[in-house]
């Protein structure tokens, strides 16, 4: 790690438990780990390791670029991935649905027992 990401981890880590209204046990429990081990990450004593960070990350709802001081965005990027495309979806307008309305609303095939799977009806 940085030595800014090494100053930054403290202080995100105890923003973001403060903000959760954890107390480090309630977090250093919920994680599976001692109090003592918590509290060393969040005064800057020890550094997590890579896959404690990325627990400590996934339980605190935000990415670990934003732990380590690499972001200034929170979401981790795969929520900011469903954010953008909900974002986008937002903006279509019914109107331009109109040309797939109709192969929405039929199956793709129809399924006839004595022409097997794949074949309409009356081939």
Not at 37 to 44: F, L, P, R, S
Not at 97 to 117: C, F, H, I, K, M
């Amino acid at each position: 790690m940085t030595d800014f990401a090494k100053t930054l981890l403290p202080i995100r880590l105890r923003q973001l438990r403060l903000r959760a209204k954890l107390h480090q046990k309630d977090l250093a429990d919920q994680i599976g780990m001692s109090r003592g081990t918590y509290a060393n990450y969040e005064n800057g004593s020890r550094e997590p390791d890579p896959a404690t960070l990325v627990f400590i990350a996934s339980r605190l709802g935000v990415s670990i670029d934003y732990l380590t001081g690499n972001s200034d965005f929170e979401l981790p990027v795969e929520s900011g991935v469903k954010y953008g495309i909900l974002r986008q979806l937002r903006l279509i307008q019914e109107e331009d649905l109109q040309p797939y309305t109709p192969r929405l609303e039929q199956p793709p095939y129809v399924a006839d027992s004595d022409n097997g799977p794949g074949y309409p009806s009356g081939s």
